[in-house]
Nanobody
Framework: VQLQASGGGLVQPGGSLRLSCAAFARTFSLFTMGWFRQAPGQEREFVAAISWGEGSTTYADSVKGRFTISRDNAQNTVYLQMNSLEPADTAVYYC????????????????????WGQGTQVTVSS
């Protein structure tokens, strides 16, 4: 399984970015997908997840109301729309695939994910 994240960049506070993660796997639709981020000197933290079935979503409190996760199973792609960006959102963002098919397994924990993309840098600065 390969995950390829893209869409990061430099944006001013209050701006928006849309991250994409393409999954090279035929079973994409059977797995919950997640986004995590890691700022310099900090641990990797959960951002958002979208379930395999009906696509229910879960967000970290810090991004709720500003970020939206979505998926296109026909394109094997998961997205993270980020609005009202703040300097505190600066980090490397990683997409990941849950370890267990057809379940929401430890979706808020990095331990629940078995495959990771390479990360894409998001910098929010004026």
């Amino acid at each position: 399984v390969q995950l390829q994240a893209s869409g990061g960049g430099l944006v001013q506070p209050g701006g928006s970015l849309r991250l994409s993660c393409a999954a090279f796997a035929r079973t994409f639709s059977l797995f919950t997908m997640g986004w995590f981020r890691q700022a310099p000197g900090q641990e990797r933290e959960f951002v958002a997840a979208i379930s395999w079935g009906e696509g229910s979503t879960t967000y970290a409190d810090s991004v709720k109301g500003r970020f939206t996760i979505s998926r296109d199973n026909a394109q094997n792609t998961v997205y993270l729309q980020m609005n009202s960006l703040e300097p505190a959102d600066t980090a490397v963002y990683y997409c990941a695939r849950n370890r267990v098919a057809k379940r929401d397994y430890l979706i808020r924990s990095s331990g629940g994910y078995g495959y990771w993309g390479q990360g894409t840098q998001v910098t929010v600065s004026s």
